[in-house]
């Protein structure tokens, strides 16, 4: 089974509809990560999660929303879907004291906001 | 704020070649992290090879090097003995302290039989 896995992996929604994107890890790791990645773009940012208490903006928090409900789980939400966060979404993981700060991604979730 | 460029949009070579892919990043940090990784078509992010700032010899991940120059803030990926499963968008990220990764922009690569 893979160890940082996201559902769904490909979403289609309409103009201000709410939709959540669930990210779920087995590696134990207490950081996590969203990611945006637009076309011909690297990743961006956009919120993060060091503990479950902690949530911290990144560089594209407008219109999201985060859930760190355990350990091992990390919700992205967008309240009102828009057509420019059409995207691929990635969540990843991260633990210093055992993975020497490498982040590791999930599979990545495809969404269009028609 | 950190910044990440890759300046090669684009890249080709033939199989069994060797290829370098540029990253220049922009940081006032001493303490950091530099990574590479390859996203193929099934759009998964994979580490190639990761560099800590502090050490001066460059990573090596068998056919993967990289040359680190910390004074230039210059990071470029060798891959050596190209091969097919090669092709995909590389991506060059820092990662500060913070253990926020930034991206470059990426480096498409074509593997030419």
């Known amino acids: 089974d893979a160890d940082v896995t996201q559902t769904p992996r490909n979403r289609i929604t309409k103009t201000g509809k709410r939709i959540m994107l669930e990210c779920s890890q087995t590696?134990?790791?207490?950081?996590m990560y969203w990611y945006r990645q637009d076309p011909g773009l690297g990743l961006r940012l956009i919120y993060y999660?060091?503990?479950?208490?902690?949530?911290n903006k990144g560089e594209i928090s407008d219109g999201y929303s985060v859930s760190r409900q355990a350990q091992a789980k990390f919700s992205l939400s967008l309240e009102s879907a828009i057509p420019n966060q059409t995207a691929l979404y990635f969540c990843?993981?991260?633990?210093?004291?055992?993975?020497?700060?490498?982040?590791?991604f999930g599979p990545g979730t495809r969404l269009l906001v028609l | 704020a950190q910044t990440v460029t890759q300046s090669q949009p684009e890249m080709s070579v033939q199989e069994a070649e060797t290829v370098t892919l540029s990253c220049t990043y922009d940081?006032?940090?001493?303490?950091?992290?530099l990574f590479w990784y390859k996203q193929p078509p099934s759009r998964q992010m994979i580490l190639v090879i990761r560099?800590?700032?502090?050490?001066?010899q460059n990573a090596t991940e068998n056919r993967f090097s990289v040359n680190f120059q910390k004074a230039a803030k210059s990071f470029s990926l060798k891959i050596s003995d190209s091969q097919l499963g090669d092709a995909a968008m590389y991506f060059c990220?820092?990662?500060?302290?913070?253990?926020?990764?930034?991206f470059g922009q990426g480096t498409r690569l074509t593997i030419n039989p």
């Open positions: 990843a993981t991260s633990d210093p004291a055992r993975a020497q700060e490498t982040q590791y």
């Open positions: 940081t006032s940090e001493s303490d950091y992290y």
């Open positions: 990220a820092y990662q500060s302290a913070a253990q926020k990764l930034v």
């Open positions: 590696k134990g790791h207490d950081r």
């Open positions: 560099q800590e700032a502090y050490k001066q």
């Open positions: 999660s060091f503990d479950v208490k902690d949530i």
